[in-house]
């Protein structure tokens, strides 16, 4: 005897579900990440499909590393790519001495801090 799956959640309600707990666990890891860069004295701001919209499942996170010295700026990124990793996210961190002016422009138009994402 089958059923008529009035018992089972829906394929999609499943997906949503899971996708609105990976944006939730991408949001604590970026706001322990941007923790990091301001006790170093910068700042994080993230950019690309989580802070612009078409976040899915397989979505990377791309932030900046904003107003950290030159010197200390690396290692920071290292520390930040390194939590986020831990954290279950492929990620591109870019200090911001590393943006190409067409990448700048997207991050200072588009661009949004942890705390602001929801």
Do not use: W
């Not at 701001?45 to 990377?60: N, Q, T």
């Amino acid at each position: 005897m089958g059923t008529n799956g009035a018992d089972h959640p829906r394929y999609e309600d499943i997906r949503r579900r899971r996708l609105d707990e990976r944006r939730a666990a991408a949001l604590r890891a970026l706001k322990q990440a941007d923790a990091v860069a301001r006790r170093a004295g910068g700042r994080l701001v993230v950019f690309g499909s989580l802070a612009e919209g078409g976040f899915h499942e397989r979505s990377d996170l791309d932030v900046a590393l904003i107003g950290l010295p030159a010197g200390a700026d690396s290692d920071v990124a290292a520390d930040v790519d390194t939590l986020l990793t831990v954290a279950g996210f492929e990620a591109d961190v870019i200090p911001d001495r590393f943006l190409s002016p067409a990448l700048r422009d997207r991050v200072r138009l588009h661009g949004r801090e942890p705390g602001a994402l929801g």
